[in-house]
């Protein structure tokens, strides 16, 4: 079978086993998936539905109310809180569904909520404790009336040092939730943590933990051997396997020089793909060959639609073979370190793009 198109794999059985994973990392909090932007780019509605169908999940996040309508299709009888919050381009999408929760986090957004309210609906605050993004600030809060607190329904902060364990902002951010919790909001259940804070345990988990990443199988919590299962393969085609004499050049701007005579072999997949350029060089192949893994080099610079790789020395690989761009032995984390970058990024850019043949599978 002869294959153009490279191909992303979501393995929803491992998918399921990290969220039940986590959940007991947490067994006292209710457990939340994170399915903005997508599910990560991996399919919010597949990923929603199988959480709440079989993983029994009835608390999702999302970042706008478009992405929680899709959301309820699935998952009818959840709450699906939007952190972006509420306002005029998202009224009409909390009116029609109802099941959507807004996550307030400044004056000016809760003032806009208190003049279109949502059928009885209690929004979450959002408050600010050392992210220094979204959330009130504490003076935002002095102001708050007796009966504005009591307009919500939640209280949440977001960490931001959590995927280092001892790094001092956590604690930092901790006693800053806990005294201001206690000063303005006593009596509501609390979230702090997403997934990267679950691993913290104790009082950073409060009643609500938010789980994402480490759903999908990255690594938040880098300073231990990663517990989660691969999630993601990213495969594709290789299309041509050449001779490169000595001397010649590889792709754009001649960046690559072959100092010896080489083999070569090009990938249908690139940039435009989501496969970050700045692997360029440096980033890794891996190919399945006589029932051995190779592993190869990207040389040359990354084109929109194609790599190309040194394969020397990897015997009988041929047209039409598939190449290992991620998969449980190269991970996203690891690619993301290769890159520059990290890997919710080049899952995002991956999960959104639709040259992919996307396949779910449950192994």
Same mark, same amino acid.
């Given at each position: 079978?002869?294959?153009?198109?490279?191909?992303?794999?979501?393995?929803?059985?491992?998918?399921?086993?990290?969220?039940?994973?986590?959940?007991?990392?947490?067994?006292?909090? @209710?457990? @939340?998936?994170?399915?903005?932007?997508?599910?990560?780019?991996?399919?919010?509605?597949?990923?929603?539905?199988?959480?709440?169908?079989?993983?029994?999940?009835?608390?999702?996040?999302?970042?706008?109310?478009?992405?929680?309508?899709?959301?309820?299709?699935? @998952?009818?009888?959840?709450?699906?809180? #939007?952190?972006?919050?509420?306002?005029?381009?998202?009224?009409?999408?909390?009116?029609?569904?109802?099941?959507?929760?807004?996550?307030?986090?400044?004056?000016?957004? =809760?003032?806009?909520?208190?003049?279109?309210?949502?059928?009885?609906?209690?929004?979450?605050?959002?408050?600010?404790?050392?992210?220094?993004?979204?959330? =009130?600030?504490?003076?935002?809060?002095?102001?708050?009336?007796?009966?504005?607190?009591?307009?919500?329904?939640? #209280?949440?902060?977001?960490?931001?040092?959590?995927?280092?364990?001892?790094?001092?902002?956590?604690?930092?951010?901790?006693?800053?939730?806990?005294?201001?919790?206690?000063?303005? =909001?006593?009596?509501?259940?609390?979230?702090?943590?997403?997934?990267?804070?679950?691993?913290?345990?104790?009082?950073?988990?409060?009643?609500?933990?938010?789980?994402?990443?480490?759903?999908?199988?990255?690594?938040?919590?880098?300073?231990?051997?990663?517990? +989660?299962?691969? #999630?993601?393969? #990213?495969?594709?085609?290789?299309?041509?396997?050449?001779?490169?004499?000595?001397?010649?050049?590889?792709?754009?701007?001649?960046?690559?020089?072959?100092?010896?005579?080489?083999?070569?072999?090009?990938?249908?997949?690139?940039?435009?793909?989501?496969?970050?350029?700045?692997?360029?060089?440096?980033?890794?192949? =891996?190919?399945?060959?006589?029932?051995?893994?190779?592993?190869?080099?990207?040389?040359?610079?990354?084109?929109?639609?194609?790599?190309?790789?040194?394969?020397?020395?990897?015997?009988?690989?041929?047209?039409?073979? &598939?190449?290992?761009?991620?998969?449980?032995?190269?991970?996203?984390?690891? +690619?993301?370190?290769?890159?520059? &970058?990290?890997?919710?990024?080049? +899952?995002?850019?991956?999960?959104?793009?639709?040259?992919?043949?996307?396949?779910? &599978?449950?192994?």
């Amino acid at each position: 079978m002869i294959l153009t198109r490279p191909i992303l794999e979501i393995n929803l059985t491992n998918l399921l086993n990290n969220f039940k994973m986590l959940q007991k990392l947490a067994p006292k909090a @209710a457990s @939340a998936g994170v399915v903005k932007d997508d599910a990560y780019g991996l399919g919010a509605v597949k990923v929603a539905g199988l959480l709440y169908t079989k993983g029994g999940c009835r608390n999702f996040f999302v970042a706008h109310a478009v992405e929680g309508e899709k959301v309820a299709s699935v @998952a009818p009888e959840a709450k699906i809180f #939007v952190l972006q919050g509420y306002g005029e381009d998202s009224r009409e999408v909390f009116e029609r569904v109802p099941n959507l929760i807004p996550v307030i986090s400044n004056p000016s957004m =809760f003032d806009y909520y208190k003049q279109h309210r949502l059928n009885g609906r209690k929004p979450v605050i959002h408050i600010e404790t050392g992210l220094n993004r979204l959330g =009130f600030r504490e003076n935002e809060l002095e102001r708050l009336s007796d009966s504005d607190r009591n307009e919500f329904m939640m #209280v949440m902060s977001h960490l931001a040092c959590a995927d280092e364990k001892d790094h001092f902002m956590n604690e930092h951010q901790l006693n800053n939730f806990k005294r201001l919790k206690e000063q303005y =909001f006593p009596r509501l259940p609390a979230s702090l943590s997403a997934s990267d804070g679950v691993f913290l345990g104790g009082d950073f988990l409060q009643d609500v933990v938010r789980l994402g990443a480490a759903m999908y199988g990255i690594n938040t919590a880098p300073y231990r051997e990663n517990q +989660m299962q691969n #999630v993601v393969r #990213v495969t594709a085609p290789v299309l041509q396997v050449e001779d490169l004499p000595e001397g010649e050049f590889v792709g754009y701007s001649a960046t690559y020089r072959a100092n010896s005579r080489r083999k070569i072999c090009i990938i249908s997949i690139g940039y435009g793909d989501g496969i970050p350029r700045s692997l360029s060089n440096v980033g890794k192949v =891996f190919f399945k060959v006589g029932g051995q893994l190779h592993e190869a080099r990207m040389i040359g610079r990354i084109s929109m639609d194609n790599i190309i790789c040194d394969v020397t020395g990897i015997e009988g690989l041929q047209s039409g073979d &598939t190449a290992y761009l991620c998969d449980s032995f190269y991970t996203l984390d690891d +690619m993301g370190r290769d890159a520059g &970058t990290i890997s919710y990024e080049i +899952m995002s850019r991956l999960g959104k793009n639709t040259r992919f043949i996307r396949r779910y &599978t449950e192994e």
